[in-house]
């Protein structure tokens, strides 16, 4: 066997890698077409290995949180909110006055957005 671990965990692995280099934030279909993003197919695989490997998902959404882009980190923080609510409201309240742009999408639309800003409008809502 070549791979070191798992299947599983080399897929949580690598959608986590995708999350560290995230440059645009999109939690559904984008454009007209409706089109998944890669980086949101990620997401969507670290959400799906929740509930079965909670443990090791919360060290790669720790590592996209350290070492990610400004998009990467909102992403890691929004997951966590489902493994560890207190974690995720402190990484909330550390990413507040993050200036860092990213791009957001929601449906047809794009935007551009501070990490700061967006944090600051999650915690306001949790």
Known sequence: ??????????????????????????????????????????????????????EEVRRQLDRVLASGTPAGRAYAATLLERVDPAAARAAWTSLRDDPSEFTTFVGCVMDRETLGAYASRRLAAA
């Open 1 to 54: 066997m070549f791979g070191i671990g798992k299947k599983w965990e080399r897929e949580l692995e690598s959608a986590a890698d995708t999350l560290v280099t995230a440059d645009t934030l999109a939690f559904g279909g984008v454009g007209i077409a409706g089109t998944l993003l890669p980086v949101t197919e990620a997401y969507e695989r670290v959400s799906a290995a929740l509930d079965d490997h909670p």
